[in-house]
């Protein structure tokens, strides 16, 4: 009985310690593809799934413009989570050898409001950490995410003309 216990307790701990959000196979996100177009940008944005050596992905790729006081294209997925259980988010991404970014919302945030972090992707596979702790508030930079329920997690192309791909073969809390 005291076994049963001990191996209920350690299996308690692990979904606490680490949550996938979307793993491409047993575990799969509600994704929603938006853009600046929302608020009069002209930037163009496709996200889909993708089968390639055996590895299957998600793709966010588009053109991100400036003009219009445009600049972005993201996928986004909305959920309910204590940032408080959770250490950081992980990625296994790559890319075309760009910037791109990771934006946080919780309830009762305005729309153009968010904490985020930025992270470099290359054309090779590769699994990059982002801690919660180093989140920013994008409207002044200095509060931080802190204990606080997330209602969403964007991936973005953000700020300035080119054209994006990301390539996204998980994400999860850790």
Known sequence: MIRFFSI?????????SSMIIDNLNDVRAD??????QVMG???EVNFYEIEEDGETFYRLEGNVSTENNGGFIQSRVKMNINSNNFDGIRLKVRGNNNEY?????APRM??????????????QWQTIELPIKNFKY???GNELLGSTNIRSIGLVAYGKDFSAQLDIAGIELY
């Open 8 to 16: 209920l307790l350690s299996l308690l701990t692990l979904n606490l």
């Open 31 to 36: 994704w929603t593809a938006i853009s600046d």
């Open 41 to 43: 940008g002209i930037s």
């Open 101 to 105: 970014f990771i934006h946080l919302r």
């Open 110 to 123: 305005l729309p153009w409001n968010y904490f985020y972090s930025e992270f470099y992707v290359t054309d």
């Open 138 to 140: 994008s409207r002044n």
